[in-house]
């Protein structure tokens, strides 16, 4: 589902709260640097919050921190020319938040959250290939809204309690999304998977929601270990083979 304009701007002025609370915390110097036509981005051992959006001038890719607390190369931000492959950010030890907005790299599009509790948004971006984002241990929190439409998708939170949101996302071919140990909570709403599909919470006493979304192949959901619920909300189509597994309460 494609948000509304004032469903944007809601969220905008959500970001825009969140932008204010990070004043307080955001620290520490992300480099940035476009090589062989990838833009390679990384984080340092600090809690580095920064977006990485489409510039202002076309073709271009900017990396700026929220406030000006976290530095880009030592700067307030930078712009990135001649990128004509993938995009891959690590972001390293640290307490992170990441926006990735509005983002059309030709390549891979791959996210390492690293250790601590990051919080990473893609948001109106979708990248030309595959899309891989490992958030990795800690209590990290990963919403997208759109996916991998002609590639694979491969979204990991690793331990911790994490939370997991794909809202409006397509995927063209092999899609998994695995929130690993910790008790977490996935939300999958609205989506389109057109290739096979595993859906699974692993280890820790876990929530799956799913509303809305469509499976084009097999669809396998698993709870994993612990005591897991599984809400279906309704409206959800299943083109091919479906199994669920693990899944102690469903709703
Ligand atoms: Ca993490
Ligand atoms: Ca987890
Ligand atoms: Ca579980």
Request: net charge negative; aromatic share 4%.
């Amino acid at each position: 589902m494609k948000r509304t304009l004032s469903d944007r701007v809601a969220s905008l002025a959500v970001g825009a709260g969140l932008l204010m609370a990070a004043t307080s915390w955001a620290t520490g110097n992300v480099t940035a640097v476009v090589t062989d036509g990838d833009l390679v981005i990384h984080g340092d051992a600090a809690d580095n919050a920064f977006a990485v959006q489409l510039g202002e001038v076309s073709d271009t890719i900017e990396v700026a921190g929220f406030d000006g607390t976290t530095t880009v190369n030592g700067g307030e931000r930078f712009t990135a020319v001649g990128v004509t492959g993938d995009l891959r950010i690590a972001l390293r030890g640290g307490d992170d938040q990441l926006n990735v907005i509005d983002v059309h790299v030709p390549g891979s599009l791959s996210i390492s959250g690293g250790s601590g509790d990051d919080v990473i948004g893609v948001d109106d971006s979708s990248p030309g290939a595959n899309a891989v984002v490992d958030s990795g241990a800690g209590n990290d929190s990963v919403s997208m809204n759109t996916g991998a439409p002609d590639g694979t998708l491969e979204v990991q939170t690793g331990g911790g309690n994490d939370s997991l949101a794909l809202d409006g996302v397509e995927v063209g071919n092999r899609a998994l999304a695995n929130t690993g140990d910790g008790n977490d909570d996935a939300f999958v709403c609205c989506s389109f998977f057109h290739g096979p599909t595993v859906l699974k919470t692993s280890g820790g006493s876990d929530g799956l929601t799913l509303v809305g979304s469509t499976f084009d192949d097999r669809a396998e959901l698993n709870g994993g270990g612990g005591t897991d619920t599984f809400a279906d909300q309704g409206d959800n189509t299943f083109n091919g083979p479906l199994t669920i597994t693990n899944f102690e309460v469903v709703e």
